[in-house]
């Protein structure tokens, strides 16, 4: 817990596919231009479906507005300015399984923790270096369920709800 919020790992990844909310065409895996460049996710299982689901999870087309704390985790990124924050639609599972030791397993048999001590992580999608080019290298930070709405006046580059109803998960 940080400033009375929940912490949350982080690292980030690069993906072509229209991840596990089907949020692309639904004649191939390609995905929508917005879950390539915009702010989107992948959540660790057990917030994308408490019940092992890995296609539509409950969290599909949820926001969490992230806030930095200015941590991170020694050796798999840096520091980051505290009070950074931006929102992010969940477009995405990561897997418990990869990469090995996960980021994303948060097991019951860990504390409900991955190896780092977090009870959540979120992969965050940088294929068009949206997050490298804010500066963010894997930082720790709060967060909390926003609406996705509010999250795109923000700031253009969060889907809105309606983008998320194109998904096939939506």
Not at 99 to 104: A, D, E, N, Y
């Amino acid at each position: 817990m940080y400033n009375g919020k929940p912490c949350a790992s982080t690292t980030k990844y690069a993906d072509g596919s229209k991840g596990a909310c089907g949020c692309g065409p639904s004649e191939n895996n390609d995905q929508f231009e917005w879950n390539h460049s915009g702010f989107v996710a992948a959540a660790n299982q057990a917030l994308f479906d408490a019940g092992g689901v890995t296609w539509c999870g409950g969290w599909c087309g949820k926001c969490v507005k992230l806030t930095t704390t200015g941590g991170f985790v020694d050796g798999q990124g840096q520091a980051t300015g505290e009070g950074q924050s931006k929102v992010f639609m969940i477009t995405n599972l990561c897997s418990n399984t990869y990469p090995t030791p996960s980021w994303c397993s948060q097991h019951a048999s860990n504390g409900g923790v991955n190896q780092n001590g977090y009870g959540a992580h979120f992969n965050l999608q940088d294929g068009a270096n949206q997050i490298s080019g804010m500066g963010w290298d894997n930082p720790e930070v709060t967060w909390e369920l926003i609406d996705c709405d509010a999250g795109h006046l923000d700031d253009w580059r969060t889907p809105n709800n309606g983008m998320y109803m194109t998904c096939q998960c939506g």
